[in-house]
């Protein structure tokens, strides 16, 4: 047993992703519990009956259920690097709401009872040009360097540019794609996807960054 918050999450869930990048660059330890989905651990349902990662329980036994809080919540305790100066409200919940809405049904059209996703591909385009416009000025829409809307945002453009890498390769967007390869290229992101084993009750703590 340990004294520190447990985070519960799951390596390849955009969601999770983000929350591990906030909580790996403010500094703050966790226990980290890797979920796998079809096998829920009974702990974390019991905190969290909704059973979708991640999932932070704090030690006086708060519950956060949500990626975006569990990112303010650690960088209200350590930001190093700055990144709650920039937090576009706006525009992280237009890529919460309809992109990822779009990019659900692109990736997955047979689960909405859809022919083929290239609609919702397309729908997201404007979106995707308007974070091209963005970058137009600056490597990261928190300017020189990363901050709290770039890395809340990117997990789902990464999931948007994998579902067809030549297509989204060729893209007239190279502002947004030069963002995208910084982000999935830099040491945080390769830090917070090492691969860990399914936690079970009983296991060793495994602390966090």
Not at 8 to 25: D, E
Not at 154 to 163: E, G, M, N, S, Y
Not at 184 to 203: E, N, T
């Amino acid at each position: 047993m340990t004294n520190l918050p447990i985070l519960y999450s799951f390596r390849r869930c955009p969601y999770a992703m983000r929350a591990r990048m906030a909580v790996a660059v403010s500094g703050v330890h966790v226990e980290l519990r890797e979920v796998v989905l079809r096998d829920k651990p009974a702990d974390m349902l019991e905190a969290s009956p909704k059973g979708t990662v991640p999932v932070l329980v704090l030690c006086d036994d708060e519950v956060l259920e949500q990626s975006l809080d569990i990112m303010r919540w650690a960088l209200v305790q350590s930001d190093p690097k700055g990144w709650l100066a920039h937090d576009d409200q706006n525009l992280v919940l237009a890529t919460d709401g309809p992109f990822k809405q779009a990019l659900d049904r692109y990736k997955y059209p047979h689960r909405y009872g859809l022919k083929d996703g290239t609609a919702h591909r397309d729908a997201a385009l404007a979106h995707l040009g308007d974070l091209n416009d963005r970058l137009a000025t600056a490597p990261y829409l928190g300017g020189a360097q990363p901050a709290f809307t770039d890395i809340a945002i990117f997990p789902f453009v990464r999931q948007f540019a994998a579902t067809d890498t030549a297509w989204f390769a060729a893209l007239p967007l190279p502002a947004l794609q030069s963002w995208l390869s910084a982000l999935v290229g830099s040491d945080l992101f390769a830090a917070i996807m090492h691969r860990y084993p399914q936690w079970k009750a009983g296991d060793m703590p495994v602390h966090f960054p």
